[in-house]
Structure formats: structure tokens, C-alpha cells
């Protein structure tokens, strides 16, 4: 019941999206799974849901979003089965996105062996080179309760200035470098493509190429997304200069973009 109740809520906030879906799973049970499979692997704040929104454009693709964020009690095996079923005949690609440290509510998961043995999953590994930008993000992000922002006004951050203490950052720094090395050995044996965030924004030949590595027809991608903190790094972080100082001679200095 409670599954029905939120499918309606949902339904209330983005009817259009809602229909989509709808429909996908209708037509899905008389579809098939003659499709590619891929998964969209990644952190928060990499530029991910402008990623999906690019992809779930295309009439040939769907791409969900955080499956694997929480399980809830719920079997991996069942939400990864839901993952890859049917599909309706007009999808040639189906994924889903997953951040390096899924479930969150859960220390260990098998989900990361399973995936690691089906070899047909095409990886589009999305990272971003600045770190700190996408940490200071994250943390407006937290501090506002908005993850992503429209052209039409919806999602706008009031709480910008955030502060990041220098040990806070170097565990970042070195947790994000730690997570993209396991991921890359875990997945070494899939064909898998490296998005960075900042090739992905400024050339729209960097989406073109993603749906090649699909195998889908090219063609322009629509959003409804905005960036949200277009604001440099200095008028976001309130100790900026402090951490600009502390990391001047370590392999992150090139972070401090002014």
C-alpha cells in the first residue's frame, strides 16, 4: 500500500514524469530485454542528474535514478532483477545510476559482485575533477534540501556560504581518490567510459559520444536543469583562503580555482 501512496505523491509533484513511467511499465510487460544494459557509476554532485535528465530525453534510452541508495529490508537481488526487467520495444537502453557508496544502509553489499560478474553492463563512469567544488555542492545542497534546480525557478538555494574544515577536505580528497581506484579495478573487465563533469558541460560532442558508447542514434539532448551554484569557489567557501594556504603544495592545489 504504502508503494501506491507514494507513486501517487509522486504523480502530484511531476504528473509528466509520472505518465512515463507508467507507461514503461505497461509496455514493459510485453516487451522484452533485447536492450543495453548500462549504469551511470558516480558520486553526489558529479553533474549526474543533468546526466540523466540528457539521457531519459532520448526515446530510445531510460535511465532511473538511485536505486540502490537505501535498501529499506529489501533484497538487492529483487531491486537489481527490477532493474533489467522488461522493457518496452521502443528502449534500447536501460540503466540506472549508483554512487560509489550504496546502499547507505547497509556497511556491505553483494550488489557491487553481482554487477561486477555481468559483464554486459556498459559502465559510464562519471567523475568530476574538482573535488572540492562538487564538496562545497554537496553541502549547499544538504544545507538548503535541494538537489537539483529548473529554468522555471524550482530549487533555489538561499543558504550559499558553507565552511569546510582542512581535515574535512583531505578526507574527502583522499575517500573520493580511494573510491574511483576500487571502482575502476571492480569494473576493469566492462567496457566502461569516463565522463568528467567539466568535458561534459562545455562540449556537447562529450554527450553525443555517450549515446555511441550506448549504441543509440545521435540526437540534441533538452533539460529542464540548471546549474545551481554558478558563483566562484572564494564567494562560496567562507574559509577559502584558509584552505587555498593549507593544500598550496599538495597534489590538490589545482582545486583552488579562483
Request: a positive charge.
Amino acid at each position: 500500500m504504502n508503494k501506491y501512496i507514494e507513486m501517487f505523491e509522486a504523480a502530484k509533484k511531476d504528473p509528466a514524469k509520472a505518465y512515463k513511467v507508467v507507461k514503461l511499465n505497461v509496455l514493459g510487460l510485453f516487451g522484452g530485454r533485447d536492450y543495453q544494459k548500462f549504469m551511470v557509476l558516480t558520486k553526489s554532485r558529479t553533474g549526474s542528474n543533468l546526466l540523466l535528465s540528457y539521457l531519459n530525453s532520448h526515446p530510445n534510452v531510460y535511465c532511473e535514478g538511485e536505486k540502490f541508495w537505501k535498501l529499506s529490508g529489501r533484497n538487492y537481488k529483487t531491486i537489481l532483477q527490477s532493474a533489467y526487467r522488461k522493457q518496452p520495444a521502443y528502449i534500447k537502453a536501460k540503466g540506472f545510476k549508483i554512487f560509489y557508496y550504496h546502499p547507505l544502509d547497509q556497511e556491505t553489499c553483494d550488489v557491487w559482485g553481482d554487477l561486477a560478474r555481468m559483464e554486459d553492463i556498459r559502465v559510464i563512469h562519471l567523475q568530476r575533477r574538482n573535488v572540492l567544488k562538487s564538496h562545497v555542492s554537496h553541502k549547499i545542497a544538504v544545507a538548503n534540501d535541494q538537489w537539483m534546480s529548473t529554468h522555471q525557478g524550482r530549487g533555489a538555494t538561499e543558504k550559499k556560504k558553507v565552511y569546510i574544515s582542512v581535515e574535512e577536505l583531505r578526507d574527502v580528497f583522499e575517500k573520493t581518490e580511494s573510491r574511483v581506484e576500487t571502482a575502476n579495478t571492480t569494473f576493469k573487465n566492462h567496457k566502461t567510459m569516463t565522463v568528467f563533469y567539466e568535458d561534459f558541460v562545455r562540449d556537447p560532442e562529450v554527450y553525443q559520444q555517450i549515446l555511441d558508447f550506448l549504441g543509440m542514434d545521435r540526437l540534441p539532448p533538452r533539460t529542464v536543469l540548471k546549474r545551481q551554484n554558478p558563483e566562484k569557489l572564494p564567494d562560496l567557501v567562507e574559509n577559502y583562503s584558509e584552505l587555498k594556504a593549507a593544500y598550496k603544495d599538495t597534489r590538490w592545489a589545482s582545486m583552488f580555482t579562483d
